[in-house]
C-alpha cells in the first residue's frame, strides 16, 4: 500500500472510536422527532465531547450514537453562539478520548482529515489540505469567527462538529461550515480556540471575551519586510475589514495593516491573540502593534465586550 494511503488510514484508526453522530430532537405537534444531524468528538474519559453550537441549538433533548452503535442521551453542559461550538456530557462506561493537537503548528498545504457524518452516512472520510490559516469568516448565526481553518477536505451537512486531523491523528479543528455555490471552500475552528471556549464552557456555561472588531488572515512575513520594519515575527495578522463603529475603527487601525503584537507580546497567530483578548480587557486600555507601510506603530485601543448577533 503507498504511503499517502497508510497514513490516512493509522490516522484514523487513532481517533474513530471517538467520533459521535449527533441527533438533535425537538418537539413538533406534541411530538419529540428528530430534526437534522451532526458530528461531534470525545474529548475526555469521562464523556465530555465538542461539537457545534448550531447542530443542537434549541433541541428538546439530544441523542448520541457511539462508533460501537450505541445510542445515549447528551446533556448540554454549555454552548457560544459566536464561535458555534458546544460541549455535551454523556454518561456510560470509560470512553477512550480524542488526542488534541497544537493547531498554532499548523502549515499552508498540510495535510488534513475530516470524520463525520455528512448526510447522515456515518464515518464518512475526506482528506484535502490546509488551504489558510487564521481566516475569519461568518458562521450560520450570522456571527463573525475568527481564528478558522480554511481546506478542502471535502464537508457537507452532517460533518458540523466533527474533528479535522492531522497525519498524526490528533484533532486541530472543530469542523464548522461550506459555503455554499463553491468547491473546496470549507471551514474549521481551531483547536486551540475550541480548548479556550471549551474551558469557559466547562467551568461557567457561557464565554465572555473581548472584542476588537476587525478580521483577519494569518500571513508569512518575508524577510525583507521583517528586516525593515524590525520585528522578530515570522508570521502575522493581516487586517482584511474593520467592523464600522468597531474599536478597531476608533483607535484608527485600517484595513491593510498588519497586526504583530499586543501588549508587547508578539503574536504570529489568530489562536494567540484570541487566548489574550479574555474578560479582563474589556474596557481596559490596549495596546497593539501593528506594521503600515512597511512602518511599526502603536495604537491604543479599548476592547469591549464580544456579543452574539
Known amino acids: 500500500m503507498d504511503n499517502y494511503s497508510q497514513t490516512i488510514i493509522n490516522a484514523v484508526d487513532a481517533v474513530k472510536s471517538a467520533v459521535v453522530k449527533i441527533d438533535r ?3 413538533k405537534n406534541d411530538k419529540n422527532i428528530s430534526q437534522g444531524s451532526g458530528s461531534g468528538f470525545i474529548i475526555s474519559s469521562d464523556g465530555f465531547l465538542f461539537t457545534n453550537s448550531h447542530v443542537v441549538n434549541k433541541a428538546k433533548a439530544i441523542k448520541v450514537a457511539l462508533h460501537d452503535g450505541t445510542i445515549c442521551n447528551a446533556e448540554l453542559v454549555g454552548e457560544d453562539t459566536v464561535t458555534d461550538l458546544a460541549i455535551l456530557k454523556i454518561s456510560a462506561n470509560e470512553f477512550t478520548p480524542s488526542v488534541l493537537g497544537d493547531s498554532d503548528k499548523l ?3 498540510q495535510l ?7 448526510l447522515g452516512f456515518q464515518h464518512t472520510v475526506t482528506s484535502g489540505i490546509v488551504s489558510a490559516l487564521g481566516r475569519t469568516m461568518q458562521s450560520f448565526s450570522g456571527n463573525t469567527v475568527d481564528c478558522m481553518i480554511q481546506t478542502d477536505a471535502a464537508l457537507n451537512p452532517g460533518n458540523s462538529g466533527g474533528p479535522l486531523i492531522n497525519a498524526e491523528g490528533e484533532v486541530v479543528g472543530v469542523n464548522t461550515a461550506i459555503i455554499n455555490g463553491t468547491q473546496g471552500l470549507c471551514f474549521a475552528v481551531s483547536i486551540n480556540t475550541a480548548k479556550e471556549v471549551a474551558s469557559e464552557l466547562m467551568r461557567y456555561g457561557k464565554v465572555k471575551r473581548a472584542f476588537l472588531g476587525f478580521q483577519m488572515q494569518q500571513i508569512e512575513l518575508v524577510p525583507k519586510l521583517r528586516s525593515i520594519a ?3 515575527n515570522h508570521s502575522a495578522l ?3 475589514k474593520v467592523d464600522a463603529n468597531s474599536p478597531a475603527e476608533k483607535a484608527g487601525i485600517l484595513s491593510g495593516d498588519i497586526l504583530y503584537s499586543f501588549n508587547d507580546q508578539v503574536i504570529e497567530t489568530a489562536d494567540q491573540l484570541f487566548k489574550l483578548l479574555n474578560s479582563d480587557k474589556i474596557g481596559m486600555f490596549q495596546y497593539v502593534g501593528i506594521i503600515r507601510n512597511n512602518q ?4 491604543r485601543i479599548t476592547p469591549s465586550e464580544r456579543l452574539a448577533a
Do not use: S
Not at 488534513?112 to 455528512?118: E, F, S, T
Not at 511599526?296 to 495604537?299: A, R
Open 238 to 240: 493581516f487586517i482584511t
Open 230 to 232: 524590525e520585528v522578530a
Open 25 to 27: 430532537i425537538i418537539n
Open 107 to 109: 502549515k499552508v498545504g
Open 112 to 118: 488534513v482529515i475530516a470524520i463525520g457524518n455528512p
Open 296 to 299: 511599526k506603530k502603536e495604537v
